[in-house]
């Protein structure tokens, strides 16, 4: 059993920057991959990047590539998301997630935290 707690949301003019920060519960932290989707209103969950449980992988969504940086701490439980160069596009609800396998489809993530709220506005 895995739980997770996002922090970090908050208000940011575009251009601006915010890091997310998802803590964990739990022994089995790295045994699982980790990501981050969002979630805007009227719109699907949004895969946006994972990690691999070592960190020695990732993988980004198109969207967020260049200007997202997942990482993560074994030693403290945590998966991190630096956000650079925000846009409004990029307001949303960012959720963190685990896996024991590698995809990018919701229904692959088995432990979800509540999720932080990212609002891009001037």
């Known amino acids: 059993q895995v739980q997770l707690v996002e922090s970090g949301g908050g208000l940011v003019q575009p251009g601006g920057s915010l890091r997310l920060s998802c803590a964990a519960s739990?022994?089995?932290?790295?045994?699982?991959?980790m990501a981050w989707f969002r979630q805007a209103p009227g719109k699907e969950r949004e895969f946006i990047t994972k990690?691999?449980?070592?960190?020695?992988?990732?993988a980004y969504a198109d969207s967020v590539k260049g200007r997202f940086t997942i990482s993560r701490d074994n030693a403290k439980n945590t998966v991190y998301l630096q956000m650079n160069s925000l846009k409004h596009e990029d307001t949303a609800v960012y959720y963190c997630?685990?896996?024991?396998?590698?995809?990018?489809?919701?229904?692959?993530?088995?432990?979800w935290g509540q999720g932080t709220q990212v609002t891009v506005s001037s």
């Open positions: 997630a685990a896996s024991t396998s590698w995809g990018v489809r919701a229904v692959e993530f088995d432990y």
């Open positions: 739990g022994r089995t932290f790295s045994s699982y991959a």
């Open positions: 990690i691999s449980w070592s960190g020695g992988r990732t």
